[in-house]
């Protein structure tokens, strides 16, 4: 079953930021935001601004500053999609978070809140159409993209994009995946969406736990946390789905390691300003989570990055500072000795009003420190590569691109590049590694 959508992004202001991320959401007239305004100004229930915003009218008009909406679908690339399985009987979560039919709830119930819009009123992409990244003019050099392999392919999925919708339900193959980001919590991850025969799709509840995404399956209406694939509440509590190992990198490292890849299109069945930022400044390490209750960790800054890995039951988070300093640091995590590379060039998605003028926060890189059974060390080179011991170099997505194991591609291990707050707060344990 799925809910219908409505224009409003997630807010990270209650009140008065409504105002800021619906004008950048519709690009509406002037008249049309100072009368929201108006009515806005006069209640003080957040809710109450929510439905008032609601109620005024605005139009869609292309956004200043911004680059050309394509126009043509010539270029598009249509994939056939394996669509969920049908809405079964059971009692909705999200119109009853207790109901006593449900397995026990893996959180408290009422840790989860209202981020703001309603179900779907941030809508998923569940018929995504691409394009060939040779074909793509819209994405600058730096601009951050999310890069997903699945068996033999790759694909992008632009961060310009993702944050107006914060899940893609798309297919590989035989694979049904979701993929996801989630901007209060600077996460990305993707999931293969089948729980034993049955395939799942997902949809927003426009609900946060921890200021994380809160997801809902449309086939039982459970409730899951974005950030480890869990449903929490609901008919499917207890259930975990499998995570995909991903990447955020620049559109130009992408594009030179797949240039025939596929790249999420902006042809999306929706108008948002694709190429703005609807949280400018949010990451900005001085200022507070929204809607974050919890207790801060105060081994580090809440709204530091660090990248977060878990693997084989162990976790263990690198602060990206320490990591960009270094370039390369290998660690043992799980029993096994992984390397995690930083490369500069590519830009924070939550920095400026127009994410191709983030800062440069560079891009991240987990992989198994092992190539044809035997044991490397790499170090970042400046030629924008990694070099190993053998003479190979390799980029910053794990692939050989010179030396004796050109064409090669080193094992990626799933990985969070997040805010600190995020992941303490889900698991309290991890320990930080001392570079």
């Not at 043992?332 to 590379?341: C, D, F, K, P, R």
């Not at 830009?347 to 994410?355: C, F, K, P």
């Amino acid at each position: 079953m799925k809910r219908p959508c409505t224009i409003l992004p997630c807010t990270i202001l209650v009140v008065l930021a409504v105002l800021g991320v619906l004008a950048a959401a519709c690009a509406s007239d002037q008249a049309s935001v100072t009368r929201a305004a108006s009515v806005v100004s006069e209640v003080d229930d957040a809710d109450a601004a929510r439905q008032a915003v609601d109620d005024v009218e605005v139009s869609d008009q292309d956004a200043a500053g911004l680059p050309d909406q394509p126009t043509s679908e010539d270029w598009l690339v249509e994939v056939d999609q394996i669509a969920g399985d049908p809405r079964t009987d059971a009692v909705s979560a999200l119109d009853n978070s207790n109901d006593p039919s449900f397995p026990s709830p893996l959180v408290n119930v009422s840790d989860i809140r209202s981020g703001g819009p309603p179900p779907d009123g941030i809508p998923s992409i569940d018929e995504p159409r691409f394009q060939q990244a040779g074909d793509v003019d819209w994405l600058g050099d730096d601009e951050p993209v999310l890069s997903l392999r699945v068996g033999d392919e790759t694909r992008a999925y632009p961060m310009q994009i993702m944050t107006w919708h914060e899940l893609v339900n798309d297919t590989f193959g035989d694979v049904p995946v979701t993929v996801s980001f989630c901007p209060l919590c600077n996460s990305a991850v993707a999931y293969h969406r089948e729980v034993g025969e049955t395939v799942l799709d997902f949809g927003t509840s426009g609900r946060l736990y921890n200021s994380s995404l809160v997801m809902y399956d449309r086939q039982t209406e459970s409730l899951w946390t974005h950030f480890n694939g869990t449903a929490v509440v609901g008919e499917l509590a207890g259930t975990e789905l499998e995570l995909l190992a991903m990447q955020t990198v620049s559109w130009s490292s992408f594009k030179r390691a797949h240039p025939d890849a596929l790249v999420l299109s902006r042809e999306t069945g929706f108008t948002r300003d694709y190429g703005r930022n609807p949280y400018p400044g949010y990451d900005d390490v001085s200022q507070a989570p929204f809607l974050f209750d919890g207790d801060t960790d105060s081994r580090l800054l809440a709204k530091q990055r660090v990248v977060a890995i878990r693997h084989n039951g162990d976790s263990v988070a690198v602060v990206v500072d320490d990591l960009a300093a270094a370039g390369v640091i290998d660690l043992e995590v799980g029993g096994e000795v992984l390397t995690v590379w930083h490369m500069p060039g590519t830009a924070s998605g939550l920095d400026t009003e127009l994410v191709a003028d983030g800062r440069d926060i560079g891009a991240t890189g987990v992989f198994m420190a092992v190539v044809d059974g035997s044991q490397r060390s790499f170090e970042r080179a400046p030629t924008g590569l990694f070099v190993d011991s053998s003479g190979s170099a390799w980029d910053i997505l794990g692939n050989a691109v010179s030396g004796p194991d050109v064409g090669a591609q080193l094992t990626p291990i799933e990985h969070l590049d997040t805010f600190w707050f995020a992941i303490a707060a889900f698991d309290p344990d991890i320990r930080i590694v001392d570079s």
